[in-house]
């Protein structure tokens, strides 16, 4: 006689940071179990999909060119590791590098329950986790990448904390805009359209500025927006 399905939620770890509170949790067990990250009582993301974490890699893949020369790219946020994953997966990207500024969330990659994601890519050589924030690490780096796929908030409208409204200003996206090559692409995950984000992203020099939905079973679809440093 098999065993019912527990659908109840299970607090995995939780840690205070120099930026708040950070919570892995389980819901439901064996392989249908879904693991969610709560950063100070926000819901951020979880292991049930993953569509829109894998559409922010490859739309930001196709956008890129560099003629012969394979791309590289910086992915925002590690998350529960479907962007890192994705683009490991694709062995066109020279360099994959990540920054995480929480280092429960690494921790939980490395030697956790989200190793079963980013276990393997965490293993190819071309990756690199940075342990730093991501608009400082955008100020300081003299660092160039092909692409920069962001997703360290649930949109530009709704960060996870203040300050990281400053990635989505004026200042924000110059620096964003530094650490690109001439012809690169940001791309930025959110859970809901902005035109006010667009509108930013033009008035900060961007081109081909866009946006990619994500259709959801229910509710407003995800979007990813899509710009290019002007050559």
Known sequence: MPFPVSDATVTLDRRMGPYGEVVLRRRGDGDAAVHEIIANGCFLMDTSDGRSERLLIDAAYDAVTTGNVAPSVLIGGLGVGFSLA??????????????????AI???????????????ALADPRCVILHTNLVTYLRTTDDQYDALCLD?????????????????????????????????????????????????????????????????????PDVVHLAVRPA
């Open 106 to 120: 690494i921790d939980w990659h490395r030697s956790g329950p989200l190793a079963a994601i980013s276990g393997e």
């Open 152 to 220: 360290i908030d649930n949109g530009p409208d709704w960060t996870v904390t203040e300050d990281n409204g400053e990635l989505y200003s004026p200042a924000g996206l110059a620096a964003c805009q530094g650490a690109l090559r001439p012809g690169g692409v940001l791309a930025v995950w959110s859970a809901q359209p902005s035109a006010a984000f667009e509108d930013a992203l033009r008035n900060a020099g961007f081109t081909g500025v866009r946006t990619e939905e994500i259709r959801l079973a229910r509710g407003v």
């Open 86 to 103: 994705r683009a490991a997966a694709n062995r066109a990207w020279r360099r994959i590098a990540v920054v995480e500024r929480e280092q």
